[in-house]
């Protein structure tokens, strides 16, 4: 019965940082093979993958905003976090948090139910 729900602020102001924290319940963020990731659906377009943090820890993010993206975990709270920084109205979109299971085809196994984080000044 894993569930994973995204908490943080729906408003942003351009320029600062977007922090989300999603939980996960029911099973452990360092079970070994799972994984966790972010990713994101703006208004109207498609799903774009973020990043991703290991049952180990290692990070992996997208090239396109690996610049701008920092995520991390809290294992006594069995949380991990997202931090863009720099953000401008288009990254206004829903961010969704997902448990990702590796092996020859990955795929994303279960999805929080998204959270809307508007950038606006």
């Known amino acids: 019965q894993v569930q994973l729900q995204e908490s943080g602020p729906g408003l942003v102001k351009p320029s600062q940082t977007l922090s989300l924290t999603c939980t996960v319940s029911g099973g452990s963020i360092t079970t070994s093979y799972w994984a966790w990731s972010w990713i994101r659906q703006p208004p109207g377009k498609g799903l774009e993958w973020l990043g991703v943090?290991?049952?180990?820890?290692?990070?992996y993010y997208s090239p396109s905003l690996k610049s701008r993206t920092s995520i991390s975990r809290d294992t006594s709270k069995n949380q991990f976090s997202l931090q863009l920084t720099s953000v401008t109205p288009e990254d206004t979109a829903v961010y969704y948090c997902?448990?990702?299971?590796?092996?020859?085809?990955?795929?994303?196994?279960?999805w929080g139910q998204g959270t809307l984080v508007t950038v606006s000044s």
């Open positions: 997902a448990s990702v299971i590796d092996g020859l085809v990955p795929y994303f196994e279960l």
């Open positions: 943090i290991a049952y180990d820890g290692h990070t």
